[in-house]
């Protein structure tokens, strides 16, 4: 009796060293999963923002610029056709003429000129329509440096040296003259925050793009979230359970998994083909993200529906409510938070689309701000996409830095639903 | 009273489509490009620099690819269709005709440059010296064999193709099948390498039955792939791009293309031009037929592997949106396309003064183009 009682004990001892170690394998498996997760986040981050920081920086190149009349060729500054037609460029071409005078030779001078960003010339018209009384006169300004000149700058502490392929040894040592003369810095890039697209990567900002994601979520949540939930309340509150609704439920949980592209497909049939709403415009845009975020919203809002216990809505009922006011009065305010953390993950994941949106005309390029609904526009992702694939090198950092940007949104929602979740959520 | 019902509503989705109709179709007032991402880094700067110059709203430019452009051109004429479409080739004759069934009648086409394309390697290996034909013995499904049969292509390594060639294995990254880029290169590099074997370059010229088939059977093709013109049999040979292995498609990227030279050492890869100025300090393009891809030379047409770019107008829509004729006279500039033009500092290769003469005239009568010449 008591040897095999013993036996028994070393057994499970035995058994339990074992089952002790098997533990922390387990644990240990667990933590190397968080860990390879945490360092391929880590990884990616380092990666973009070492890639992009430097696109928050733009160079710039400090000139004297005379408003002269003769060179603009404006008599009357009210006159919009002598306005429109005037070589601002011309302006800068002489300043810096006059900043290097021993430079001769027709392509010495234009390689000279381009050592400013070609949009300078639309810089200084809007300054001088905002301030007349500058015409005839000199004031110092610091311009943006062309994007070749930007990266070789800004590659100048590099380890393997500066990018020199753009970047002839003639303008190299303008470039040196100017350093030295402390005329060319590195400062705060403004444009990347409040310009829309360009060509010119100095001249290019993400704001066009932001207003255009603005528009098109604004189109998504005010369509997808009202219809998400009425569709939620009734097959939760009011539809019979039948082979009908078995049906609708099946089929919203797989719309939830089809391929984005589809619905984008779906969208050009319909919305431009069939009802003509124009192409690009945030408002299909928006459309087609409704449809795409819909399933979500709809599952969302039921689980937190389902979620309600049935013991409120039969106390309501049984101090006389209505079906409709145990919903209105009880279970959505309830459910409020549930849903609202689903739409707004529902909106990142609308946020970041590309690809509906690549058959519905919003990858294009699009340099106006746009300013409403059916004005053309274009979305974050979409510019990110766009600037990969430029050929300018200076628009890799512009990729990294949208990327970035976008990022920034997504965190920013994604912690306002956790929040959200925090704060509202009622525990039974 | 269910049937009311069910009338208004019909009634009322009947009354929103035509409102909806009738608003959007309303006037667009800015001109809408569509067409070749090998066209648009050029089409952009110009909408770009015509939208700040003039005021108008800036052209709004999608990237379709030259095919999916054309489809979108050629649909009818009217606010919602484009204006313009770009091609990174002419307009084939079966799109001129699905534009003349659409109502879309007088088309003007404007060549506006050209641009080359470059087979590269990482700056770290050596310059590659090729020709057409190795870069289609390279890489090309079907060669000539030992017995001037085709058999599926044997080459592993570049020194197999021409002895002159370093040993390293023949991987090259290229564009998929959709890209404008690749049927380009299918036509000049590969076509032009197929051409150096005499039986397929009969084979090319041949529209005799007869000819064509004891070629074919001599070349061991399969008597399905008949066609009265030998020309159709022989690009089908010769543009076809082998898929066991040594061309990786890498999507239409070419930044990645980039990238990924610069990993692998062994690698070559193909894009366009205007790529290869901007990576000079990663990336050297090969030597062609012993010509260099450089500015100069594709555009003295001594390197072999470039093309024509155009953009295609639609006639009725000039002075129905606002500003065509002011993009076709920007685009049509000195300073836009000439010698020393932005777009020649964006890559785009110029065309001789004497073509540009020509074609801003036309572009300036708005001439429209006809059938002819059109493949």
Known sequence: MTESKQSHTAIIQRSLARRYRAEKRFRAYGLMAITFGLLCVALLFTDIISKGYKAFLQTSIQLNITYDADVLGISDLNNKQQVALADFQGLVKKSLQARFPDVTGRKEKRDLVSLVSSGAGYDLRDRLIANPQLLGNTETLWLSADDDIDTYYKSMGDENGAFTGRTSEMRQGWIETLKQDGDIKLGLNRVFFTHGDSREPEQAGIWGAAMGSLFTLIITLSLSFPIGVAAAVYLEEFAPRNRWTDLIEVNINNLAAVPSIIFGLLGLAIFINFFHVPRSVPLVGGLVLTLMTLPTIIISSRASIKAVPPSIREAAIGVGASPMQVVLHHVLPLAMPGMLTGAIIGMAQALGETAPLLMIGMVAFIVDIPGGFTEPATVLPVQIFLWADSPERAFVEKTSAAIMVLLAFLIMMNTLAVVLRKRLERRW | ?375
């Not at chain 2, 049969?149 to 044997?154: A, E, S, W």
């Not at chain 2, 880029?181 to 074997?197: C, I, Q, V, Y």
């Not at chain 2, 074919?216 to 089908?236: D, E, R, T």
């Open chain 2, 1 to 375: 009273m269910k049937n009311t019902h069910k009338l208004a509503i019909a009634g009322a989705a009947m009354a929103l489509s035509m409102a909806s109709t009738t608003v959007f179709a309303a006037a667009r007032d800015y001109i809408s490009i569509v067409g070749s991402s090998t066209v648009y880094p050029f089409s952009t700067v110009v909408a770009e620099r015509f939208g700040k110059s003039t005021g108008n709203p800036t052209p709004k430019v999608e990237s379709t690819g030259t095919g999916g452009g054309m489809k979108l051109f050629c649909s009818g004429v009217g606010s919602e269709n484009p204006d313009i479409t770009n091609a990174s080739r002419q307009m084939k004759k079966s799109e001129f005709e699905m534009c003349q069934e659409n109502g879309v009648k007088d088309i003007i086409e404007v060549q506006v440059g050209f641009d080359g394309i470059v087979v590269a390697n990482s700056k770290e290996s050596p310059l590659m010296k090729l020709t057409r034909k190795d870069l289609y013995l390279a890489l090309a499904a079907k060669v000539p064999g030992a017995d001037g049969k085709l058999i599926d292509n044997p080459y592993k390594t570049w020194k197999e193709v021409n002895p002159t060639l370093p040993a390293t294995k023949i991987e090259v990254l290229g564009p998929p099948p959709t890209s404008g880029t690749r049927d380009a290169f299918a036509e000049l590099a590969m076509e032009g390498g197929a051409k150096k074997f005499a039986d397929l370059a009969a084979l090319r010229g041949s529209t005799d039955e007869a000819e064509i088939k004891s070629l074919m059977a001599k070349l061991g093709i399969p008597a399905g792939a008949f066609n009265a013109k030998g020309k159709k049999v022989f690009q089908a040979v010769a543009q076809a791009i082998r898929e066991d292995g040594p061309y990786i498609e890498a999507g239409e990227n070419d930044n990645l293309i980039i990238q990924k030279l610069e990993a692998n050492h062994d690698a070559m890869g193909i894009f366009g031009f205007s790529f290869l100025d901007q990576n000079s300090d990663k990336v050297q393009g090969s030597i062609i037929e012993g010509i260099a891809p450089e500015f100069d030379t594709i555009a003295d047409k001594s390197y072999s592997v470039s093309r024509p770019l155009f953009f295609y107008v639609k006639k009725a829509h000039i002075g129905v949106i606002p500003g065509i004729d002011g993009f076709l006279a920007e685009f049509t500039s000195e300073k836009a396309w000439g010698g020393d033009g932005y777009l020649a500092e964006k890559g785009m290769i110029p065309m001789p003064a004497a073509l540009r003469t020509e074609v801003g005239a036309n572009v300036l009568n708005q001439k429209p183009m006809t059938a002819d010449g059109l493949h």
